[in-house]
């Protein structure tokens, strides 16, 4: 796990830009998966910002959904995936991928996901945010270390972190269709970016606290690729900050 902390969130978009274009352009990023939410904005605006034509070519699964909400409502991440990703790095809609929330068979929902993604060959590179639980997707605490797609209900917690974006917070679905953790483990690399005071102790928990399910993003600690982007307050509550910045300033050449 390399952690890299950034004096802001336009750094924090940039810098992953620096990541993820260089392997779209090569082809070793063919199939990119997304997440919605304030956290990953400035990675989405830095590649709108530097776009290039290999972009259209992408594949995209995003991690979740919610249950009972239209497609078109503006809040499902069906049009949040839209407006946010496929519209502005001019993706082909019929290349990009979110789990269906109105599945007349809700369990089988997960399985048919969980196929699209291993006929498109896997994910190349996930990006994630985390949340105030320090979930990762919708996978809340004591979600199972291994778990794939599937439906969850929301914690009350997420429920009210979510409501701004509702017209009340009773309007917030309590269900959803989330990439299990499993699931995002297959990607062969991770780029998570947290900004914000809000998130320091469930990064921290998730950086050097225990591997365990009480904290969902803490699995991360066993991925082979994991890139952690902070800004100065979300990192505000990690032990090795002097670390992580000794260890970014020395990379090696192949890594810069």
Not at 184 to 193: N, P, S, Y
Not at 198 to 213: F, N
Not at 219 to 241: C, M
Request: hydrophobic share 40%.
């Amino acid at each position: 796990m390399q952690v890299v902390i950034l004096e802001s969130a336009e750094e924090i978009g940039r810098h992953a830009a620096d990541i993820i274009l260089p392997g779209v352009v090569s082809g070793a990023i063919s199939v990119l998966g997304v997440a919605t939410g304030s956290s990953p904005l400035p990675v989405y605006r830095a590649l709108q910002e530097r776009w290039v034509p290999e972009l259209t070519g992408l594949t995209v699964f995003a991690l979740d959904e919610y249950v009972g909400l239209p497609p078109s409502h503006p809040e499902s991440y069906h049009a949040v995936i839209d407006r946010e990703v496929t519209k502005p790095l001019r993706l082909d809609p019929a290349r990009v991928h979110v789990p269906d929330g109105n599945a007349a068979d809700p369990p089988q929902a997960g399985p048919d996901y969980e196929r699209k993604i291993a006929e498109a060959g896997g994910v190349d590179l996930q990006i994630l945010g985390i949340g105030g639980t320090g979930h990762i997707g919708f996978n809340e605490p004591t979600s199972s270390l291994s778990s794939r797609t599937r439906v969850k209900t929301l914690t009350p917690e997420t429920r009210r972190d979510n409501a701004r974006f509702f017209p009340s917070p009773d309007d917030v679905p309590l269900h959803c269709v989330t990439q299990g953790l499993g699931t995002i483990m297959d990607a062969r690399r991770v780029l998570l970016v947290a900004q914000g005071e809000g998130k320091a102790h469930a990064v921290a928990q998730a950086v050097e606290g225990p591997l365990s399910s009480m904290c969902p993003g803490s699995v991360l600690q066993l991925h082979p690729d994991a890139t952690i982007l902070l800004d100065e307050a979300a990192a505000s509550e990690l032990t090795l900050t002097d670390y992580y910045r000794f260890v970014f300033d020395n990379r090696p050449d192949w890594q810069r």
